[in-house]
């Protein structure tokens, strides 16, 4: 396995991301392990959608070792379980597809679908939060806040 501290090509985000981590806020680095990294979605309009982070560069899920499958998983169902327990969410969508120009770094999608969430907004149409206006996207503020209460409540997982 390559380092979680190699590179990936210039300007990658989620790279540039990683390499400074200790200086990212609350809200990138809801939870750091070996493999992955935890933040909130960036211009996004849907409160505690998050994206779990290969901390090195690659594209696909084919390119996992097992030790990072095996985490991606726990990451995930610890993720979806304190999103159910701190937003109140009906359950979570997971959906890796690291498509959008400037995110092909592998990132996977834990998002919260909210009780009574209009039924045109569920399923793959979550996405329509992430091309929102600016003015609908999620303070950084309140995304801070959530990121602490997240990690809390994951540190208290048994």
């Known amino acids: 396995m390559a380092s979680v501290h190699d590179s990936g090509p210039d300007g990658c985000y989620s790279c540039d991301c990683n390499a400074a981590l200790t200086d990212l806020p609350p809200r990138q680095r809801i939870l750091v392990g070996a493999g992955w990294r935890v933040a909130h979605a960036i211009n996004c309009a849907l409160p505690g959608w998050l994206v779990v982070i290969a901390r090195r560069h690659i594209t696909t899920v084919a390119e996992l070792d097992a030790a990072e499958a095996t985490e991606m998983g726990l990451v995930t169902w610890r993720l979806s379980r304190a999103l159910t327990e701190v937003t109140g969410c009906a359950k979570t969508y997971v959906a890796a597809f690291s498509e959008a120009a400037g995110f092909t770094h592998l990132h996977v999608h834990v998002v919260p679908r909210a009780h009574g969430l209009p039924a045109d907004e569920q399923g793959p149409a979550v996405f329509t939060h992430l091309r929102r206006p600016a003015a609908e996207w999620v303070p950084e503020g309140t ?16």
Request: charge should be negative; aromatic fraction near 0%.
């Open 143 to 158: 995304m801070d806040d959530l990121a602490g209460a997240l990690a809390a409540r994951i540190a208290a997982q048994p």
